[in-house]
């Protein structure tokens, strides 16, 4: 008897995995699936967080420009808790850098936008303007970054990329913000959830299926200089 018992148990899990593969679903890669919430709700509320919010700034000579730009690209996050800017009437989280004095120009800054959202069809991107700014912290050049989607194989090589160069020796300073074209924009991303097609048997995803993720006002964004890994996948990203 002690020694059936595990065979026992045995046969019966074997036979409930069997009776459930005639009535078990199809399982769909979690950012495939349809959105739980309505995709426009969460972009209209943050849309209106940052609208009430009360900003600081609105000179490029308001903000504090301490924090040097990082040596490699670095993660920020840009949200409810962040100081806001009103820039040319637009409310805009921003991050604020002192540009190095060492380095051979040009160079170029590294940027990289992640999906805000848990699910793909359901996300929405920062998308980033730079303006850079000489010692008396006025504007040299403004720039709305476009932005690129690359899907690698690691964290590091997967969002909407992008970057500047800076080949001006009187810049100082670099304010990221997002301009009101930004923030009304979209950029391209391939394998949309709209190219899948459901039927009672299969799953099918169409390869060539695209569509456009929607801009917001916050979300998490890389930046710094450009490294070789940043270079590579902004050679290669689909824009």
Known sequence: MPHRFPATVAALVLAVLLAGCHTAKVLIPP????????????????????????????????????????????????????????????????????LPADVK???????????????????????????????????????????????GWSDETTGAFGSVSVDE????????????????????????PASITTTTATLKMNPTGSFSIPHGPDGSLWVGMMNKTYKKTIDSAIC
């Open 31 to 98: 950012n495939l699936r349809p959105p739980s919430e309505n995709t426009g709700d969460a972009l209209k509320l943050a849309q209106q967080q940052l609208l009430q919010a009360t900003p600081c700034c609105s000179s490029f000579a308001d903000f504090s420009y301490r924090s040097m730009l990082p040596w490699q690209p670095e993660k920020f996050t840009l949200g409810s808790s962040s100081m806001v800017a009103n820039l040319n009437g637009t409310h805009s989280y921003f991050l604020a850098f002192r």
């Open 105 to 151: 120009l040009p160079y170029q800054v590294a940027m990289k936008s992640e999906l805000n959202g848990r699910w793909l069809h359901a996300s929405y991107l920062f998308a980033p303007t730079v303006v850079l700014l000489d010692e008396g912290f006025q504007p040299i050049r403004s720039v709305d970054i476009g932005l690129c989607e690359h899907m």
């Open 169 to 192: 020796p009187q810049a100082r300073y670099l304010l990221v913000y997002s301009s009101a074209e930004q923030q009304s924009g979209k950029t391209y991303w391939e394998q949309s």
